[in-house]
């Protein structure tokens, strides 16, 4: 989406803008000349004057301006938690300013509770979550509410949907109830249910504008500094139960809270005075004794102070309705009849009441009025002790079947069951066939009409088109991806899930309920706990901080760790866990664009300790401070001063270690003293104490290569033994001889004869030279290199082409053969009469056969084989290549 302010036309000052821009001619067509009509004068431009083009920039302004503010406002709700770099300090700037928002919504209703809030949990809970980005959710499109958009609430279950959303909702519950129950298509209204609580509503109540909360203001604006989608005004809505009074909240989502208000009621049982309560709470108890005649006229209510009074719980001896019998009976039930029958004397003086215990003055003979015969044709008026004869007529009463009467004489009791044969039309109207008149007839062909759900088929034997719903469970996954329709087999699409999952945070203090599915995209909520989560570092605890998503910060506590080698701790912050850069990048080929470094978490060492320590240098001439890791003698640059070991000179060096391989210097005097045997060379050093040292001298001497010069001290080769001497003869290059494979002596410098254990890497390859191995050089002799499979296919299709160009040369000998044998018979037909100048032609033409036949055999066994050599080599260079 393009921003506010490059969105063109949509603002007032952009259309008449553009409008503006419409009605004039471009600036070419008013400039050209001739286009103004035939005398080529051009038409003067409107005069535009200064003031109406600043309005028209200004209101362009004024338009571009308040869209951006608007989209601004409608993509905070989503981006109020993208930057996690000052989270503490942008949580209590919202916090302060949600909890000004609510302090203004539930000023009102405070101030007539003197402060008490605990009627507005439930209200609270819905105005809170209005602030939390993800925590309102429409569960039709299962997106998030934005503050901006236009949002209807359920009056039942106060659950808030998008406009378009709902409105398209009660449009497809009408139109798929309408389709399955109405046998005129479209012509009744049907309720349409809520998504999550299914309350019903009228047609009439489909929502068709965009309102507030109490339903005062339509399209109210966004206000940061009221709840969303609220007018700022008071409820005032009726308050259920209701009361007589209205809510006191300014606009708000959910339930309106219990009335607050102050009224003089009396309690239960009203005997005591009234006493000033909450509406609310009107309903008291004295706690006195009711003491209210109960309804046996008997005994008074014992129980405290209540609104009605339950039956009487005492038991009594009481009398039946007729009379005749005596029971302990509770009081709560003094009417009462035995099983007895009455018996009295009816008022003919001929029979006795058989009703069972009853009172009042029993009914009169039923044999006293006029009677009739069974098949009632005949009536007469006989004396109740006397019965009435069946007539001996045809009955003509009309059978169960409701189409025959009975054909039977006038008789007592019930006709018998229809037994006529009559044609009988199934009930899914395809067969007919003659069946009793008293059954049914029910053919076998079963419905393969769709059901309702219109996923099954009917099946039902013998159905008459009125399908019965379906029995079969939908199960189908609904949008939530976590549970199953559990609805009945329906048509169209399952209504949302209807649970709601917890997302927690970190800790699990703070919980945040959203619809079943929402719990993967939604962020888990801001809890003002502490972090809970044990330290991944050597320290024992964590440095105090909010409970948070994801990893912990890095420890900033200092290490203190003991150094090694020394008594020290490491005083830097903790290093346990550092994010290094990775340097392990695998690229899968050189395709592949090297992507940005990443950063692994590691653990460092400590770092050498730099505690100052006193140190003494090597000639004892000063202290200086030395860090730790660096402990020891050092040399402070100044003259040594030690006595030489000529004893007559003092050291002139910079301050150094004394030790055997760093000792003093030597004094400079020559030195007289013979030389040891064999040794051709003078002594060297100046003067000094005791002998002399060994000859430093150096001889020269070749390698045993033969190529380079050596220098050998003079002792070294004197006193060596063998195995010194030839170490001593080595110019350590590589040998230059060849071995008997043909490649360099691999060891160094060396007397005698070089070992045959060549490690040189060699190249191998199959007998038909396509694959290519590396062997050192000594064990390839008895390594061989196997043709694979793919080879093997190479070979056999060279061999192939090979055989086809052999069985090409074959099959052309074969026909120059048979050519020339044809011939000779034709020869041998003439009977060997031939003219000189014939004869001849045919001796020319036998050497141009035989002339052909050699070029054909040159071709066949030269040719063909150097063609096939040369499509096996084409083939192998194409493998290769490839």
Partial sequence: MEPAWRQQGRGRGRAQEGQGERSRPPQKERERPGGAGRGGKTPEPPQVSVRSKFEEIRKSNQAAAQRLVESRISSSSDDDEDDDGDVDVKADHKDGKRGKILES????????????????VRTGQYVSELFQSGALTC????????RTQAVWSCSSCFSLFHLPCIQKWARDSAFLVSSITDEDFGQKQHPWPCPKCRAEYPPSAKPNRYTCYCGKLQDPPADPWLAPHSCGSVCQKELKPTCGHTCLLLCHPGPCPPCPKMVSVSCLCGNAKPLPRRCSNKSWSCQQPCSKLLLCKQHRCTQPCHTECSPCPRVSIQRCVCGGERAERSCSSPQWNCQQVCGSLLSCGNHTCEVLCHDGVCPPCPRSVSRSCPCSKTKSSLPCTEEVLPCGDTCDRRLSCGKHTCSMRCHRGSCETCR??????CRCGKYRKLMPCHKEYLCDSKCPKTRSCQRHQCRRKCCPGNCPPCDQSCGRTLGCRNHKCPSGCHQGSCYPCPESVEVRCSCG???????????????????????????????????????????????????????????????????????????QVQLAGPWEQPSEPAFVQKALPCPPCQVPIPTTCFGEHEVSPVPC?????????????????????????ACHLVTDGNKCEVCDESCSKPRPPGCPHPCSRPCHPGNCPTC???????????????YVECTKLTSADEQTKVELGSCNNQCPKELSCGHRCKQACHPGVCEEKCQQKVKLRCPCKRIKKEF????????????????????????????????AAKEEEQKKLQEELEAFEKRQQRGGRRSKKRGRREEVDDEAARAG???????????????????SAAAYYLLTEA
């Avoid at 919504?105 to 507005?120: A, E, K, S």
């Avoid at 030489?644 to 003092?650: M, Q, S, V, Y």
Wanted: aromatic share 4%; net charge positive.
């Fill in 105 to 120: 919504t539930f000023t009102t209703y405070t101030h007539q509770t003197g402060g008490d809030v605990t009627g507005l």
């Fill in 139 to 146: 569960l039709i499109c299962i997106g998030s509410v934005k």
């Fill in 420 to 425: 006529q044969e009559v044609e009988k039309e």
């Fill in 509 to 583: 203090s703070t919980v945040l309920s959203v619809p079943c599915g929402r719990e993967r995209s939604t962020r888990p909520p801001r809890c003002k706990e502490t972090c809970r989560r044990p330290p991944s570092c050597h320290h024992p605890t964590r440095e105090t901080h909010r409970c948070h998503p994801g990893p912990c910060p890095p420890c900033r506590l200092p290490c203190l760790l003991p150094l090694p080698r020394c008594s020290h701790t490491c005083p830097p912050p903790c290093h346990d866990q550092v994010l290094v850069k990775s340097q």
């Fill in 629 to 653: 890791h660096r402990r020891g003698r050092f040399s402070c640059r100044r003259p040594c001063g030690r006595p030489l070991t000529c004893g007559n000179h003092d050291c002139s060096r």
């Fill in 696 to 710: 430093s001298q150096m001889i020269r001497q070749r390698c045993h290569c033969k190529i380079s010069m050596l």
């Fill in 776 to 807: 050192p050089c000594s064990p390839s002799v008895q390594c061989v290199v196997q043709c694979d499979d793919t080879c093997r296919d190479q070979q056999r299709k060279v061999s192939q082409v090979k055989e086809a160009g052999q069985r």
């Fill in 853 to 871: 036949r050699w070029w054909r055999k040159c071709a066949a066994f030269v040719l063909v084989p150097l063609g096939g050599a040369l499509l």
